[in-house]
């Protein structure tokens, strides 16, 4: 009995950490991966506390999105092609009153060519879902770039927050602009 107790232990544990080893990568991405909004929210704990450029690249650099987004420009010919996305407003506004918004265009850099066919099938209003890389582009434009400004006299100082992004790849067009 003891024996038979002791092998099935062993078969448990063993296949217990089987299930955590593998398990434990398919697990569903976080879901800031897969919409907007939430990404949004996901970001606001960093930008109450101040965060620093690391701590951006820890959470976010390199990480994949699949978000849903309005095609704004779309340039395949040009020496630097590239789509630009316009994604929903979005602002943070803290408890100290310093409000924070998100730059709504995306412009992911490094548009691969094998895209471009897939790519020139969308127009400016199509309204896609699409994937990219959150990446820092170089040093001025780091994953998560904060830009404050403090507009004309009186004006309250407001902050741009900007993401750089490296590809775009067309999953689907979820809709098609209206022809006029």
């Known amino acids: 009995?003891?024996?038979?107790?002791?092998?099935?232990?062993?078969?448990?544990?063993?296949?217990?950490?089987?299930?955590?080893?593998?398990?434990?990568?398919?697990?569903?991405?976080?879901s800031w991966r897969?919409?907007?909004?939430?990404?949004?929210?996901?970001?606001k704990p960093y930008l109450q506390r101040e965060a620093s450029v690391s701590d951006y690249q820890a959470a976010f650099e390199n990480q994949t999105v699949t978000w849903v987004g309005e095609v704004y420009v779309v340039d395949l010919v040009s020496e630097l092609p590239g789509?630009?996305?316009?994604?929903?407003?979005?602002?943070?506004?803290?408890?100290?009153?310093?409000?924070?918004?998100?730059?709504?265009?995306?412009?992911?850099?490094?548009?691969?060519?094998?895209q471009f066919q897939k790519w020139a099938t969308v127009k400016p209003g199509d309204v896609v879902r699409f994937?990219?890389?959150?990446?820092?582009?170089?040093?001025?434009?780091?994953?998560?770039?904060?830009?404050?400004?403090?507009?004309?006299?009186g004006d309250?100082?407001?902050?741009?927050?900007c993401l750089a992004a490296d590809g775009a790849e067309l999953i689907e067009v979820v809709k098609r602009k209206e022809s006029k």
């Open 83 to 114: 789509i630009q996305f316009k994604m929903p407003e979005a602002k943070v506004v803290l408890s100290n009153g310093i409000t924070y918004e998100l730059d709504p265009i995306l412009r992911p850099w490094n548009l691969h060519r094998t």
């Open 34 to 43: 897969n919409d907007w909004s939430t990404f949004v929210k996901e970001l």
């Open 1 to 30: 009995m003891l024996k038979r107790f002791t092998r099935w232990s062993i078969s448990a544990i063993f296949g217990l950490a089987v299930v955590v080893l593998i398990g434990g990568a398919a697990l569903p991405p976080p």
């Open 131 to 153: 994937r990219t890389t959150l990446k820092e582009r170089n040093s001025v434009y780091t994953v998560v770039s904060i830009m404050h400004s403090v507009g004309q006299p």
């Open 156 to 161: 309250k100082p407001k902050s741009m927050v």
